[in-house]
């Protein structure tokens, strides 16, 4: 049974980099994308980005001048780092496996968040 | 980006009903949609993908339709552990993106 968790400081100050770890367990990485979604309080859904094991990367385009992803394969391990960061992205952080879930045919697939970290609450404040 | 619209934002019910949530597209996604059930302090949850196919292990009263830009979640014969907060998600392209989300509670 794969388990990803997050890791990294709760506070950050503002204008500084937030740095998150995406530990995966029950199994080594495969091929398939990790996602960063966050999510502040009382709000909705917001996907940051997503990173395949292969290391390419697909950014939102309001973050992706301050967003940078990566991957240790040889540790199990995706890394988020958020630039100059606001309060606004205070913000319960999600990383979410992406993997095929079903054939479409001529080689397409149906990709689905199929699983989840717990969340870590990142609170940007001096 | 494609943008995904749900209608209502929130809704009551009573268990036992037939509860209906739609989620537009900003542009045909054929069916390259998914379903999320979040409970509060938890991570969302995969409940449909491809925009009918039930995930393993979700009750068969959760059922999806819809293609191109027009979806609906139903749930028939809401349970007390539904009550919760649904997103819909368009896998066609990245950027990824989720609807604003619908929080069904108590009537």
């Known amino acids: 049974q794969v388990q990803l968790q997050e890791s990294g400081p709760g506070l950050v100050m503002p204008s500084e980099t937030l740095s998150l770890t995406c530990t995966v367990s029950?199994?080594?990485?495969?091929?398939?994308?990790l996602n960063w979604i966050r999510q502040p309080a009382g709000k909705g859904l917001e996907w940051i980005g997503r990173?395949?094991?292969?290391?390419?990367?697909n950014y939102n385009p309001s973050l992706k001048s301050r967003v940078t992803m990566s991957v240790d394969t040889s540790k199990n391990q995706f890394s988020l780092k958020l630039s100059s960061v606001t309060a606004a992205d205070t913000a319960v952080y999600y990383c979410?496996?992406?993997?095929?879930?079903?054939?479409?045919?001529?080689?397409?697939?149906?990709?689905?968040?199929?699983?989840w970290g717990h969340g870590t609450t990142v609170t940007v404040s001096s | 980006d494609i943008q995904m619209t749900q209608s209502p934002s929130s809704l009551s019910a009573s268990v036992g009903d037939r509860v209906t949530i739609t989620c537009r597209a900003s542009?045909?996604?054929?069916?390259?949609l998914n379903w999320y059930q979040e409970k509060p302090g938890k991570a969302p949850n995969l409940l449909i993908y491809?925009?009918?196919s039930l995930q393993s292990g979700v009750p068969s009263r959760f059922s999806g339709s819809g293609s191109g830009t027009d979806f609906t979640l139903t749930i028939s014969g809401l349970q007390p552990e539904d009550f919760a907060t649904y997103y819909c998600?368009?896998?066609?392209?990245?950027?990824?993106?989720f609807g604003q989300g619908t929080k069904v509670d108590v009537k």
């Open positions: 979410a496996r992406e993997q095929r879930i079903a054939p479409v045919g001529n080689g397409y697939y149906y990709y689905g968040m199929d699983v």
């Open positions: 029950g199994d080594s990485i495969n091929t398939y994308y």
């Open positions: 990173i395949h094991t292969s290391g390419s990367t």
């Open positions: 542009q045909s996604i054929s069916s390259y």
């Open positions: 491809a925009a009918s």
């Open positions: 998600q368009q896998s066609y392209s990245a950027p990824r993106t």
